[in-house]
């Protein structure tokens, strides 16, 4: 069914994903952290320098492991902020619907101005897929629309999908943009970075880039140095993987009086304390003293007696990280950029079968290779078929049209690693379900009342080999 369109689209997608101009970045959805309240993404590719992603699904986070669902009346978003000058050229979406329904709408937005829109649809029909593809097969099918978009006027941006009116659902794996980056811009992996903890034994350096933490929070500003004199704090649940842009990074510098320092966010301001308790930027002393000790960092204002940076979480107010002549408040740790993660690539990939014999009647039947290691980052799959007239497949959904053989294929996105299985189709028998996989094929030991049976695809029998009576 359109199988000559969706292979044309496909086409169309591996053209733009491979021309020389365009760049290309995916995010896989991995989990909802129930705690930071944040969607888990699995990047790969490039980004624009600073830039940052993050996911929303409010349905989804408040229904366990449903984090990718997108039910009727719902919406899903991928929120993109620093791609200002960026231009998309197309987004592949990884999805499967619910069953035999489901709807799905896009929108993409800059700032306040709406660039493009597609109302909700069946994704059955040929404005998406073109047939269902139920969850219960756990494979997603890939769905690429070409876009010629204005490039983003702003630094905020959104790509969001919008359930339908009618009962049923999609479900979202992930999204892929394929784009032309702003002139003169300059791209990075998006993958976080790796900070390491100082101790008493470690050695400060100018321009170390430093994050202030503790309890799971970091330093960040919203409006706390404006309107209390602090600083506000975000969830960062790993300092392992820090690519919040919210988190301030500060550069450390050395400062004119000897065994000072000086402490410049990535917005080029430094921090320094005008009174006792009052923090602020760009004014007062802004030379510290740090002392690094197992309990914490010891951050003091040079040569005044306005308190020492501590970290504070009432049960009646906002954590936050201040200045206290207390000293019953615990100190903050200093982390230290170390190394950008690394993605991690596939080592191998395989199919559990060699051949697979299915009937034309069962239509469709799903496929999947095993991926090692199970934490590769971009799991994205190229599939083929060596005989399209006999079976078309896509995301491991495979539509089988006539009678015949043919090859499946399935290989990792950089080519490293790929698997084949050959296929039979044999002529419709009136017989639903006649695939069979290795595993059904063993004959197990069952209980019926006193008796020990061994039960096969073709009955029961007694342990002596004898057919069990009714069988």
Known sequence: ???????GMLAVALAICFGAEAAEVVYRIVEYNKNTGDFTLAPSGSVPKGSYAYFVND?????G?????IPRGKEASLMLEGWQGCAIRSITLSMCSNNQSGQLGLSIDCGEENLFTQKPTDFASDAWFGEWVSKDLNVFV???RSLNLPAFSTDEASITLKGGTQEGSVYINAITIDYDEAPGAELESPMGWAYEKLTKKSTLQPGDELIIYRNRCAATDIDGISTGHYLDVTPLASTSDVSNPDVLRFTLGKADTEDAWTLTDQYNRQLGASGKQALVWDEGT???QISLGYDGATLTPASTGYGTLRFNAPAESYARFALYTSKSLPLPYLYRKDHQLQPVTARSLSFDEEEITASLSDEHLALHPTLMPTSTTDQRLRWSSTNE???????????????????????TIDGSCQASVKLIVTPTTGIVSTHTHASSSA???IIAGKQVLILSPNGKYAVNGA???GE
């Open 467 to 469: 057919k069990a009576i």
């Open 142 to 144: 890939d769905i690429t």
């Open 1 to 7: 069914m359109n199988i000559t369109r969706r292979i």
């Open 286 to 288: 802004m030379q510290w």
């Open 443 to 445: 004959s197990r030991k």
């Open 65 to 69: 492991n449903r984090y990718n669902q």
């Open 389 to 411: 007239a006999v079976a078309s497949v896509n995301g491991g959904y495979v539509s089988m049209l006539s009678a015949g053989e043919t090859i499946i294929t399935a290989q």
């Open 59 to 63: 349905y989804g986070a408040t229904t």
